[in-house]
């Protein structure tokens, strides 16, 4: 969500303020703020809270069952 506002703020204020050093400014900003938000993410990703895989065809999944 701060990215996209990031992104907007320069959007509107580098045209309004004319002032250029402000976008390389914000994107500097906007990827701190990635690289932040995706370290904090941390050695998780990728696994289930729980240690455990869901079982094959699990909840909310179609595959495996048929439809008549």
Known sequence: MATSGGVLVGF???P?????WL????AALMAVNILWTG???G???GRW???R???RGGAG???GRHLD
């Not at 309004?16 to 250029?20: A, F, M, N, S, V």
């Open 53 to 55: 895989r869901p079982a």
């Open 12 to 14: 509107v204020l580098v």
């Open 49 to 51: 809270s729980d240690g």
């Open 16 to 20: 309004l303020t004319g002032w250029l």
């Open 43 to 45: 050695p998780g990703v």
């Open 39 to 41: 370290w904090g993410a």
């Open 23 to 26: 976008d390389p400014a914000l």
């Open 61 to 63: 999944s179609d595959r």
